[in-house]
């Protein structure tokens, strides 16, 4: 069975830290591009950043330079750090895998990939930043 198992995510100060963790079963992450994207209250899922198979990395401007993506193949697992958090972080964060997430984030949209429902996904967590 296919899942995706995600963990961290809280209520953090603004200026802090946390880290998601996504952890695959049933399939290799080793051949998927991986992604996190979040849901702010209100608004569409955007993508904030994207690893393919091969390593290249995609980040969403406003995330780039305190955001981080990395996996652990060994461990079958994608990490998000997320480092000088802002209260416009705020938002549920979810975690997917698909061998062409990264391309398809890039040119349909983050909403794209869920409305077609092709994409492994996780079931979310929550992230908030107070100021």
């Known amino acids: 069975q296919v899942r995706l198992v995600q963990s961290g995510g809280g209520l953090v100060q603004s200026g802090g830290s946390l880290r998601l963790s996504c952890l695959a079963s049933?399939?290799?992450?080793?051949?998927?591009?991986v992604g996190w994207f979040r849901q702010a209250p209100g608004k569409e899922r955007e993508g904030v950043a994207c690893m393919n198979h091969v390593g290249t990395i995609e980040y969403a401007d406003d995330v780039k330079g305190r955001f981080t993506i990395a996996r652990d193949n060994a461990k079958n697992t994608v990490y998000l750090q997320m480092n000088s958090l802002k209260p416009e972080d705020t938002g549920v964060y979810i975690c997917?895998?698909?061998?062409?997430?990264?391309?398809?984030?890039?040119?349909?949209?983050?909403?794209?990939?869920?409305?077609?429902?092709?994409?492994?996904r996780g079931p979310g967590t929550q992230v908030t930043v107070e100021e």
């Open positions: 049933g399939f290799s992450l080793e051949y998927y591009a």
């Open positions: 997917a895998a698909d061998p062409m997430l990264c391309s398809t984030a890039r040119s349909m949209g983050a909403e794209f990939i869920f409305r077609r429902g092709e994409a492994y």
